[in-house]
């Protein structure tokens, strides 16, 4: 039977393990424990080397008892505009496209496109010759019924001598002085036919109404062209000067209105997409009769010299409206101004070298100033620089005036080169 001879089985090759497979697995065993016995002697190396220790990059202990450099800026007494700004779009005082008033072949252009032009400028032309036929019939007409009148005062002088000998009747001097009436009458229809022939002979030489910029052709010389056209010979556009419609929130409406009613004009700034590059000051000139009621905003209207021509219709642009100039008021540098949990505050530096937090209440902003209400007086040195390093009644130090210069100088050198300073640590 299978079990009587189970003790005489061979079971040698299910029990014995191979030697490589054994000597594969002591090697794996013994690389976790090297890997693991090195990574806890470099965290204990780490951890419990002295403070003043080289640390690896980017792992520098702080020593809380050693003064952090800042750059620091005193607390000024100054004066700073109060602004408005709102995004606008520039806006011709006057837009026209200019039509012809007869009907009649283009004979000439004579303007180029983008050109800019004075009212009164001619710029094209249309066949004359039509015009100058009907005031000829006009003129020979009138010469015509003149002799007529002339003729009939003749005759009428006549029959009142002979009236007055009692040789004709009353009705015949009667008649003749109703005649002379028609004739002139007649006279000064004629004369209304020259002066509207003469008329429409000057409209066939068409001239800019107003003085601007023009816009692209649209007839060229050879076309037919009628008083009844929608499109026109070209769009005449005004830019000198040129306005700029923008709109501002209704809360700053009654401060607006209170600057038109002294009488004072308003400066007005545009500034490009970007607002860095000013492109045109002017002043303003009005505003809407009506706040929108779905944007709670009010639209205003300000016009600009634009003698340079940096402004064009339809150009977007960022508009700053002075309203007011504080007097006396106590200004920071903007980057000294801090925001946290407690509300705005600043690091003001004192004469132990050591910096107090001071919650201030700021105001109106321009530039690099920001007006402090409270909190800061004149005098005062403030952190501009480094506030991320401090704390209430941290030590600081302020470098000397060469090496403050040459750190402001490598910052405005860009983060870049930050960047791979702090790399190179």
Known sequence: MPFANRKNMDLGPLLVEKPETRRRSLRGAWVVIL?????AAGFAVYWLAPADAPRPAGRRAIDPSRPVPVVAAQVKSGDIPVYLTGLGTVTPLKTVTVRSRVDGELVKVAFTEGQVVKAGDVLAEIDPRAYQAQLAQAEGQMARDQALLANA???????????AQDSIAKQQVDTQEALVRQYEGTVKFDQGQIDNARLQLVYSTITAPIGGRLGLRLVDAGNIIRASDANGLVVITQLQPVAAVFTIPQDSLPGVLKGLRSGAPLPVEAYDREQKTRLAT???????NQIDPATGTIKLKAQFPNEDGNLFPNQFVNVRLQLDTLKGATLVPAAAVQRGAQGT????LKDDKTVSLRPVKTGVSEGESVAIE???????IVVVEGNDRLRDGAKAEVPDPGRATAEGGARKGGKGGERRKNGGE
């Open 35 to 39: 890997v693991l016995v090195l990574a």
């Open 153 to 163: 005062r003749i005759d009428l002088e006549r029959y009142r001598g002979l009236y």
């Open 282 to 288: 002017g002043k303003l000139l009005t505003v809407d």
């Open 345 to 348: 505050f600043v690091y003001v």
């Open 374 to 380: 409270s909190g800061v007086a004149p005098g005062e």
